[in-house]
Structure formats: C-alpha cells, structure tokens
C-alpha cells in the first residue's frame, strides 16, 4: 500500500505538531480531569470546532495508520541506524522543529521539554521521573528523518483488532483497509484476553520509537509512560482493558501520573536553558551517558 504525504502543506512540521497538542488541551481541560466523553457514548463536540488542519491530519492517520504500516516502520527504525546522538545533541537535533514562520510565538522544543522536567522535579518525584519528562518527546526526531506527521505524533492504538469508537474521529477509521480485515476486525483480533501489551502492536509514532531506544537504559515506569503517553484511549478512556494484563494495570498509574505534566506544564514563558543545563548533564550521564544509536 502506497503512504501519502501530509497534504498540509501550508504548516511547517513544528506547527502541526503542536496543532495537535493544542487539541489535546482542547479535549482534556486541565481543570476536568474526568474523560470527556457525554452520555451518548459521543466526544463532546469540541471535535466539530476543531481546525481543518487538524481534522486532516486524523483522516489520514486513521486511514495509513495499519497493521501492515506499523510493521514497515518497525523494520525500518529498529535498526537504529539513523544516527549517533547523545541525549543533548538529539534535543539540538528536536529543536530543528521550530517554526520559522513565527520565531517569537513557538518556543524550542528543548524549553517546552525542560518546562515539563523541571515541573516534574519541583513536584519532588525521583530523579527518572525527571529525566523522562525531559526525553519524552524526543522521537519527534522521526519528523527529522523524514516521516510525516499523521506517522509520528496522535492518539496512539492497538492494531490488529477493532478500533474503539472513543477513539477521537473514530469515523475516520471507515477509510482504513485492517478495518475490512475480519480477524481485525473483532474485540480481541489477533490477540488473546489479557494477552499484555507487550504483546500488542500498537500504531506508529513518537512514542514506540523512543520506547525502543530506551528500552535497556531506563526503568520499567518509565518506559510506559514513554510509549503509553499518547494511548488516550486507555488511560484516559479506559478502552482495551482486555489487551491488559494485571501488570499493565499496575504500570498505568506511573502513565497517569506523568499525563498531567505532559499536558498542562508548557508555557511560553522562556527557561533558561544554560543555568539547568549542569543539573540535567549529571542526570543524563547518570541513565543515558555518550552517544546512543537513534
């Protein structure tokens, strides 16, 4: 199967992916901490205020987001064969995303990131807590090598089995051909009740790549709140608790509690990156030290 290009072609790639981050804030209030779902089972209808732009980046990532696609890019990336970076040089990288077209309105990537660690660190959690709010969205770097954005940042999704209707957009998965495929087309697919997510190939994008990246460095924790923090659908949702096993369950309570962070820490108000940069360097080396393969 032939993958488009995103026809949105008018925003630069950091613009669309905060685009979509703007939606999420948009769909989860910081002042609501419930799921935003209304009695008929139906988003509320923020989705029909939401930007075009932002409506054709669902459509085409529920329409190319498959089984089959997931794999390709799996193949492709799990090689780590893109580059050799250390943690700062990839935030350097990530900060390539900037939005040119309006300098002064879109902070760095690294600052965004650094208002999320530092958040984290005021709050008192461990020191791997920190770090990951600081490396959470460094897969983004998949933009950089290429990838468009409908493949790279949205509400992550198991694969290979039906797709929830709390999915956002959901009607857009009517174009996706796993959609027309019976064995994925039921509650469990291809899985088995319980099965873990471990076991679970979910869609592609920022967070599965950096979870493999980091899977030998970082704590358990950590590593679902990396490949877990865009799965709306489960933990603010709470679809597929099927896929899960009891260990999951457990897991997910480090993904709710980085959520908040995720979310709600990113400001406009500049940091300042070199007074932060010495506490930041000691905890890097401390988990992530030298180049790693990207």
Same mark, same amino acid.
């Given at each position: ?86 943690? &700062?040089?990839?935030? $350097?990288? %990530?900060?390539?995303?900037?939005? #040119?077209?309006? =300098?002064?309105?879109? *902070?760095?990537? !690294? ?92 869609? &592609?994008?920022?967070? $599965?790549? %950096?979870?493999?990246?980091?899977? #030998?460095?970082? =704590?358990?924790?950590? *590593?679902?709140? !990396? ?68």
């Amino acid at each position: 199967m032939d993958f488009p290009e995103s026809t949105s072609k008018s925003m630069s790639a950091h613009a669309g992916l905060e685009a979509w981050e703007e939606d999420l804030l948009k769909r989860y209030p910081e002042e609501q901490n419930e799921c935003t779902v209304s009695e008929d089972g139906t988003f509320r209808d923020y989705e029909s205020n939401t930007r075009p732009e932002v409506r054709e980046f669902y459509r085409l990532n529920h329409r190319y987001q498959t089984l089959e696609f997931a794999r390709q890019k799996k193949d492709k990336y799990l090689k780590f064969d893109q580059r050799r970076m250390t943690i &700062w040089e990839g935030l $350097e990288f %990530l900060d390539q995303l900037i939005d #040119d077209s309006d =300098p002064d309105i879109h *902070l760095p990537q !690294i600052e965004h990131l650094l208002q999320t660690a530092e958040a984290i660190r005021h709050d008192g959690h461990p020191r791997w807590f920190i770090l990951t709010g600081l490396i959470h969205d460094l897969g983004k770097i998949l933009c950089l090598f290429g990838e468009e954005q409908w493949a790279v940042v949205g509400d992550t999704f198991p694969l290979g089995c039906r797709f929830s209707d709390k999915i956002v957009f959901h009607e857009f998965f009517q174009d996706n051909p796993d959609t027309n495929v019976a064995e994925y087309s039921t509650r469990l697919g291809i899985y088995e009740e319980g099965c873990g997510l471990n076991n679970v190939t979910m869609s &592609w994008g920022h967070d $599965e790549y %950096l979870y493999h990246v980091m899977k #030998d460095y970082l =704590p358990e924790p950590a *590593l679902y709140m !990396i490949r877990y923090h865009s799965f709306y659908p489960a933990h603010r949702e709470g679809e597929y608790n099927e896929l899960m096993n009891d260990h999951d369950r457990q897991m997910f309570e480090w993904v709710r509690a980085f959520n908040p962070y995720d979310l709600y820490t990113k400001s406009e108000e500049r940091v300042d990156v070199e007074e932060l940069k010495p506490f930041y360097d000691d905890l890097i080396n401390e988990y992530l030290p030298g180049k790693l393969s990207w």
